[in-house]
């Protein structure tokens, strides 16, 4: 494999990111020991939800004032339509199932009609087809007299 004269960028972004993360492991694992570390991330935790759970409140409050459904109501209502199709499932025969998905056979593509089409050679009758009249004229019968 040839090396090239441009620097691999996913290769820079792998080692720089290695690196980075090396430097924060070592970083936290130091300062998980205090204690001041620990009370501020449960602090910053708390109001991180504190803050999420204000935000979905307020934008539900704004859904249902212009009357659409919320998140949580989609997902209801998914669970619900899940929980229905599941019954619907159950009361469907095994195999009405597989009949239902599959089509009806097609008939095949020949220029015989289907009657002629559904017999085998071995029952078919061994006739040679009657030879067609030439064009403009008809079979004439003889008169007896």
Known sequence: MST?????????????????????N???????????????VHQLSALSLGMQQAFEKAIGAYFA???LPSRKDVTELAAALQRVEDKLDRLLPA?????ASAAPPRPARTRRPPVAAAQTPADAPAAAPAPKPA???TPRTRRRS
Do not use: C, H, Y
């Open 4 to 24: 090239s004269p441009f620097p691999d960028p996913f290769q820079l972004w792998r080692e720089a990111l290695t690196k980075l993360e090396g430097n924060v």
């Open 26 to 40: 070592s970083l936290v694992a130091g300062s998980m020991d205090s204690q001041d570390t620990m009370r501020s």
């Open 65 to 67: 004032k212009i009357n």
């Open 95 to 99: 195999s009405g199932a597989a009949s």
């Open 135 to 137: 064009k403009g004229k």
